[in-house]
């Protein structure tokens, strides 16, 4: 493979900053547009190397854009140190700066070949237990560091969990898009508290592995605005690390703030349905919003699949009628009316006028009646003929205090009136406040002056 030449010698990098960060545009010679054709793999682990920027900058414009391609280019040093000297004109034996300049590009091809091999075994054993492939920590950390270095500095409830990149990664590898739930969207602080079982690998060996923990659903605004920027930010870090994916182009946190407030805005949580005379009649609740964002989610992955870039595949889905009707409009107006019949409403919320409120009502003013029957009687059996007490059955009462359950006229009497302990104290009663013996007015069956006529 051709590199282009012409790369002088000079002095060796100076020092590398503690934490290595992701070289940025201009002052390096690097343009942001040629750095935007790299992983962020590649472009951390020359700079973790301290490769000269002036080297990095000829293998990016050779199209050396991963860490897996650059492992590949060379079948040992020997055979890099060769293409240096053939094709950079950096000869070791020219002097010590030189030898520098080499030696850091062999320590970086070096750590090429390990972390690719490793990565392939990783790769093969989580295939075997169908699981996402583990991402090794510096491809993690330098994820992050090209993220924070073109948005701005991230605090760890603010990264996607390294669990939840490895899910997002596989995803995009397979080209298996689906929308996770939002108790699957974790953050690195959420990714720490993992559990873990022990299972046996592929070699017959006892090894931990990570068992898959979920959070709770968002319960206020705020909590789905963050939760869906973490969301995001997956999908941003990803399209650092595969650059040459066009359909991550336009992956960029704008794209999820601007879904985010339209989720939150006017058209979605914000929308209220209005009633004669104008008056709200009903808004959607926490639960349809949550419910729609996955359906938007869901459509934009079809979309994806499709060919459209993922800006575009959100903005369609947000667009589509079908899914808006079918997933938050129609929903919406149902609940509305079932509101209504449950809630006591008629047509459009006119009190007292639906079929399952005179329903319920008569169910209560039953229930009412049977509460009372078993107060003012210990042995009532409270249906009908049976609520009669056993004297009455037997053709007559025993002692003072005991009453009919109705007037001649067929009207129930009130037990908690006759009984004496304290009279009746529901107002209004729906039952006769008369004697249950002589079905005079006045006084109770307890105190009946004809009570002993039918003892």
Request: proline residues 5%; glycine residues 10%.
């Amino acid at each position: 493979m051709a590199l282009q030449a012409g790369v002088a010698s000079g002095s060796a990098a100076g020092a590398a900053p503690a934490v290595p960060a992701v070289p940025a545009a201009g002052a390096a010679g690097i343009p942001k547009a040629l750095l935007d054709q790299v992983g962020s793999d590649l472009v951390h682990l020359f700079d973790s190397s301290r490769v000269a920027e002036d080297l990095q900058k000829s293998f990016y414009e050779a199209g050396v854009s991963s860490v897996k391609e650059f492992a590949a280019m060379f079948e040992n040093t020997a055979a890099l140190r060769q293409l240096l000297k053939t094709e950079f004109k950096l000869d070791e034996n020219d002097g010590l700066a030189a030898r520098v300049r080499v030696s850091k590009v062999v320590v970086a091809f070096e750590s090429a070949k390990a972390r690719t091999t490793k990565q392939a075994e990783m790769d093969g054993e989580a295939e075997i237990r169908e699981q996402p492939k583990r991402v090794p920590l510096p491809d993690f950390f330098s994820m992050r560091a090209a993220f924070e270095e073109r948005y701005g500095t991230l605090t760890d409830d603010q990264v996607p969990g390294k669990g939840f990149m490895e899910k997002r990664l596989e995803m995009i590898e397979k080209g298996d898009f689906k929308a996770e739930a939002l108790t699957d969207v974790l953050s690195l602080d959420d990714d720490e508290a993992d559990t873990m079982k022990a299972i046996f690998n592929s070699s017959g060996q006892l090894e931990a592995v990570r068992v898959g923990k979920r959070v709770p659903m968002p319960v206020s605004t705020e909590d789905l605005r963050s939760r869906i920027a973490l969301l995001g930010r997956s999908w941003c870090m990803a399209a650092l690390l595969h650059t040459h994916r066009p359909y991550l182009k336009d992956a960029t946190p704008a794209m999820f703030d601007r879904y985010v407030g339209y989720l939150l805005g006017r058209f979605v949580l914000g929308l209220v349905s209005q009633g004669p005379p104008g008056t709200p009649v009903s808004s959607p609740s926490w639960a349809a919003v949550l419910h729609y964002d996955h359906e938007v989610r869901k459509q934009a992955m079809r979309y994806l699949l499709t060919g459209s870039t993922l800006g575009e595949a959100f903005q369609k889905s947000m667009d589509d009628p079908v899914v808006r009707e079918r997933s938050f409009t129609t929903p919406l107006a149902l609940s509305h009316l079932k509101k209504g019949r449950t809630e006591e409403e008629g047509s459009w919320g006119q009190p007292g006028v639906g079929k399952r409120a005179r329903k319920a009502a008569a169910k209560a003013a039953a229930a009412q009646k049977g509460k009372g029957q078993g107060a003012g009687q210990g042995e009532s059996k409270g249906k009908g003929d049976k609520g009669k007490s056993k004297g009455e059955k037997k053709g007559g009462f025993k002692g003072a205090g005991k009453c009919a359950s109705k007037t001649p006229e067929g009207k129930p009497i009130c037990y908690a009136y006759n009984s004496g302990a304290g009279g009746c104290q529901r107002k209004p009663c729906g039952f006769e406040h008369v004697c249950g013996v002589c079905f005079k007015a006045g006084h109770g069956a307890y105190n009946c002056p004809q009570g002993p006529k039918y003892q």
